[in-house]
């Protein structure tokens, strides 16, 4: 393999960019040809395609966001559009594709080879950890430490007005961002999607807390929450007990997709954007780079889309135990 290129695409993630630069700097140090593509299959499909020399990563290991910027393309899941894609691709040589990016991303990349036989390995590059075939995504580590700095702040307001507090994290139909951002925040409960929490028991909890005079209290709660999201939970519970307690409500949102990367998500981007590449040039194809146990480990992208990621319903014992 002499060309290859590289792209991010899906919802950013703090680490894509110590990512980027280890796929690039490992194909200078293999002598192949690097050339980005900007905005993820979109790009593509525009030949918006840039060759990338070491120089074009200086710099960036420790920036959140994407250099190579990233798009949701609704272009690429028709014929067309991947018609076009593969000419783009055409016209620059490139033999083979490092994907930075989530399900979607591995989805699109596992038809194209099917249609046009580019071969793609991928790094997982999202702050919900819901990949299957590695124990933790790029971005994942930044995002719980986001939320848990937020959590923290709110607790010393809840803490003063004697208040409870529903925080909603995000994490799309994961529950790991609330799982680890709870229990290192003490939250007195959090719910998650991949386990039922009826809110009878948010209530029991929480007066639980008032009895015990407790002067704060914290739920968190994951956006792919079956009982809805955080305002709707909030007025679940004032319909089910009267309240002689203020209750407020903070969504976090997108203010945990950006920032700078923590060091484990950068040792992280680091390591799986060069197994990535060395991956593709080793042959791998429609297979995703990850690390379980500290060992570096190629999944089938149909695994990684198929199986599901359970969480650890212990770490949601814990919680509760250590809320007393
Ligand atoms: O997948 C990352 C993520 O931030 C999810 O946690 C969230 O559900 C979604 O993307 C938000 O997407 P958008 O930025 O398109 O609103």
Redesign the pocket.
């Known amino acids: 393999m002499k060309r290859i290129a590289v792209f991010t695409s899906?919802?950013d993630?703090p680490g894509m960019n110590a990512c980027i630069r280890a796929v690039v700097r490992g194909a200078v140090y293999h002598g192949i040809e690097v050339f980005g593509v900007r905005r993820g299959y979109s790009g593509m499909i525009n030949g918006d395609i840039f060759q990338m020399s070491s120089y074009s990563v200086s710099n960036i290991v420790q920036r959140g966001g994407t250099i190579l910027k990233s798009a949701?393309s609704k272009e690429f899941m028709t014929p067309e559009g991947r018609a076009k894609a593969f000419e783009q691709l055409q016209k620059f040589g490139i033999e083979g594709l490092v994907a930075i990016g989530?399900n979607g991303t591995f989805t699109g990349a596992t038809i194209f080879y099917d249609e046009y036989g580019i071969p793609t390995v991928g790094a997982p590059g999202?702050?919900?950890n819901d990949l299957y075939g590695t124990d933790y995504t790029i971005g994942y580590d930044t995002a719980v430490n986001t939320a848990l700095e937020a959590i923290d702040k709110i607790r010393d307001t809840a803490d003063s007005h004697d208040r409870i507090f529903l925080i909603e994290v995000?994490?799309?139909d994961s529950g790991y961002i609330a799982i680890q951002s709870g229990i290192a925040g003490g939250a007195e409960l959090v719910m998650v999607p991949e386990v039922l929490t009826p809110i009878s028991e948010v209530v029991e909890t929480l007066k639980a807390g008032w009895s015990r005079q407790k002067s704060s209290s914290i739920v968190v709660i994951a956006?792919g929450e079956e009982a809805g999201i955080a305002s709707e939970i909030a007025e679940k519970i004032r319909q089910q007990v009267e309240l002689n307690i203020d209750m407020r409500v903070t969504t976090l949102g997108?203010i945990?997709?950006g920032g700078i990367p923590t060091a484990y998500d950068r040792i992280l981007a680091s390591r799986l954007g060069l197994g990535a590449l060395e991956g593709l040039m080793n042959g791998e194809k429609n297979v995703m780079a990850g690390v379980v146990n500290n060992e570096l480990v190629y999944t089938p992208f149909r695994d990684t889309i198929r199986l599901p990621k359970p969480i650890n319903e212990d770490l949601l014992r814990m919680v509760k135990i250590l809320s007393v």
Do not use: F
Request: aromatic residues 0%; proline residues 0%.
């Open positions: 899906g919802g993630a949701r989530g999202t702050i919900d995000m994490g799309r956006e997108h945990q997709r």
